[in-house]
């Protein structure tokens, strides 16, 4: 069964489950400041608290329900963490990765990349989160965990919402952890971007709850038939209602959307694709970055072929659309999206 965790209980189940253990309220928002403020992860270093209250605590009352049970570390020093939740060991294992800058003397500070949901129900073919469709929603302390733990393997820049999972389709939990991190942790909503692939109806009303992160939509093509093979979830949803739903988030937030296109080898990458690309995109203040796929041995795509992304990018320039080829990091480290967890899940 999960069990409670310091970050798992509500402000009034901590008071109550501190003041059970002989301590006062307070010392309960305490405690967890130290752990969101200070990435304090131990209650015997939590010297604001009395010693018999930490002494109790630490028997009672976990800091984290999750515990590490992976790590690997790309030769580029980017480290991903599969991480256990009680009661779910070795079953379905939670992805983090934590990308340090290029410089390693850079102060700017890493950018930790986060799930969402166990599985993925939207079945991009593409993608390797989705294989096994969808297993579960992570709680709140779940996602907010993933950036505490982040945060102990190095110091946090900026994080991206893009790791396993589909962010629309767990928002009340992905909202109450990107308000602990705002409020708590200290990371400003302009340096927290969540990528979906842009349910309308959803994003037009996640537009209007006072979000606390910048949007990125996963558009892949302007085509429609091609769109509804590569997002199988939004089979009928035309290219033209995503990009709507897109400019309604800039009217309503003032901030603008990138978009992303994982270049698929022969697939969605030819010069008539990004032509296509610019005529859709062309007179919209936005940007789009280019993602080249990263290989999973079990799914049939390709890489693109060397100089394709960037004769993408330039075709897009040419027609007036600001466009970035991202590069992923980590490759060596089983960095491809979603590959750490499917190829560990129930080896344990
Ligand atoms: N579900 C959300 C967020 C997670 S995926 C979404 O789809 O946006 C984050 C990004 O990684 C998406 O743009 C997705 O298309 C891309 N992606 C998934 N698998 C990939 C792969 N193997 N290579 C390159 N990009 C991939
Ligand atoms: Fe899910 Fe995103 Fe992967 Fe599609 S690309 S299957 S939406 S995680």
Known sequence: MPTASLLSLSADELAERVTALGGRAFHGRAARREVLERGVLDYAAMTSLPAALREALSHELPILAGRERLRTVASDRTTKLLVDFPGREGKDPVETVHIPPHD???EKGATLCVSTQVGCPVGCPFCASGLAGLSRNLAAHEILEQ???GRAVGPLGRAVVMGIGEPLLNLP???????AVHDEMGMGARKVTVSTVGFPDRLRRAARSEPRFQLAISLHTADDAQRDEL?????GVPVEEVLAAGDDWFEVTGREVTYEVALLGGENDTPGHAERLARRLRGRRCTVNLIPWNPSPELPFARPRPGQPEAFREALAERGVVATVRWSRGLDGDAACGQLRHRHAGTA
């Open 104 to 106: 390693p003397a850079s």
């Open 231 to 235: 997002v199988p979830a939004m089979r």
């Open 147 to 149: 950036f505490v733990l």
């Open 173 to 179: 939990a992905l909202t109450e952890a990107l308000d």
